[in-house]
C-alpha cells in the first residue's frame, strides 16, 4: 500500500479517491495503482464484456463506468479472485489514465503508458523506457 494520494476524475467529478491505493510494479512497466473498491464513488462501476488473463495475477475483469446517465467503456479492471500471492489486489481496481479525464498522485497529473494494454501511470519521479511503444512486444 502506498500513501500517495490517488484520484481519479471522469465526467468533471473525482469518482475515486484513495491514500490507500496499492502500488504494483512490474518488470519495463511504469507503476499501477489499485484502488480500494470502498474508495471508488457508489454506483459508478458497472461490469463490462470481456476479460483476459495475466499469467501472474490471474483473471481480469473489466469495468464500464457510469457517470450522469454517461457510460465511459473498459476504463478499469480487477482481479476479483487473484491468484495466490496477489490476494492483496482482491476488492480494488485500477483505473487507464488513458480512458479517464485526469488520474492524479499526489496532484500531479499522470501521463498514460502507450498501447493502453498495460496501463501504467507515469509521473515525474519514474524513469523509462517501458514496455508499449512501437518495437517493445519482445522485451
Known amino acids: 500500500m502506498t500513501p500517495r494520494r490517488v484520484v481519479v476524475e471522469l465526467g468533471g467529478r473525482a469518482v475515486a ?6 502500488r504494483v510494479c512490474e ?5 499501477v495503482y489499485y484502488v480500494p473498491r470502498e474508495d471508488v464513488a457508489d454506483g459508478v462501476l458497472e461490469r463490462a464484456a ?6 501472474w495475477k490471474g483473471a481480469a475483469t473489466y469495468w464500464d463506468a457510469v457517470v450522469d ?5 473498459a476504463v478499469a479492471w480487477s482481479y476479483e479472485q487473484p491468484t495466490a500471492g496477489y490476494e492483496h489486489l482482491r476488492s480494488a481496481v485500477a483505473f487507464y489514465p488513458s480512458k479517464v479525464d485526469r488520474a492524479l ?8 503508458q502507450a498501447g493502453d ?9 519514474v524513469v523509462g523506457p517501458f514496455k508499449g511503444e512501437p518495437g517493445t512486444l519482445g522485451w
Open 69 to 73: 446517465g454517461r457510460r465511459y467503456p
Open 117 to 125: 494494454f498495460y496501463g501504467g501511470w507515469i509521473t515525474g519521479d
Open 27 to 31: 518488470t519495463s512497466h511504469p507503476p
Open 50 to 55: 470481456g476479460a483476459s488473463w495475466c499469467e
Open 17 to 22: 479517491a484513495t491514500d490507500r491505493a496499492v
Open 105 to 112: 498522485v499526489d496532484g500531479e497529473q499522470v501521463r498514460a
